[in-house]
């Protein structure tokens, strides 16, 4: 078997069973804590798992050649930092139509939209995190406002509250989301 992390070819030594193996082998002990890994090739094909422990049904006998692409971290936070304008905006829209939705009382589709508008607004609030940490920025008073009122929405929605989400949504998180535009200025 031939592996090549980032073009070049690293010998591993042990005994593995499957491709889940090499994989945790290569995580823990060939990659630095400064990379990730984006992308996997096996046999020459692009790979990934279409459910969880996927690569332990690969046998060691039948991957030929295993290669591993990583990213820097900081790139990759970089990158999201300088994109992060469209991602704000993207839920500014979602938040016009969701509080727009409750204030018509059509809740079902209101809901259906502030699910996955909720997925997408902690996924952004992690990844600020991270991009804080690793490139040592300054978002504390920004991510503690984001928080807060993030307690404040799920708070109103558990309540069934609707013209209060709507309120939430429309007059405190949209002119939070513009101001958090501010955060590019860090996209060092």
């Not at 992390?5 to 823990?28: K, M």
């Not at 790139?75 to 016009?96: A, P, T």
Request: proline fraction near 2%; glycine fraction near 6%; hydrophobic fraction near 40%.
């Amino acid at each position: 078997m031939k592996i090549l992390i980032d073009g070049t070819e690293t010998p591993l030594s042990g005994s593995f069973g499957n491709l889940e193996e090499v994989l945790q082998e290569i995580l823990r002990n060939r990659i630095s804590g400064g990379k990730i890994v984006c992308t996997v090739r096996l046999n020459g094909e692009n790979y990934s798992e279409k459910a969880p422990h996927d690569a332990r049904k690969i046998e060691i006998g039948d991957i030929y050649t295993l290669e591993i692409g990583t990213t820097d971290k900081t790139e990759i936070c970089r990158s999201f930092l300088e994109n992060s304008g469209m991602i704000f905006d993207d839920l500014r829209e979602s938040v016009q139509k969701i509080s727009g939705l409750f204030r018509m009382a059509d809740e079902k589709e209101a809901n259906r939209h502030f699910v996955k508008f909720l997925e997408s607004y902690r996924d952004l609030i992690q990844m600020l995190r991270q991009s804080e940490g690793i490139l040592k920025l300054d978002f504390q008073e920004n991510l503690v406002s984001l928080e807060k009122l993030s307690d404040e929405i799920i708070a109103a929605q558990e309540k069934e509250d609707w013209i209060m989400l709507a309120d939430l949504l429309e007059y405190e998180l949209a002119p939070l989301l513009r101001g958090a535009l501010r955060l590019r200025g860090a996209d060092a």
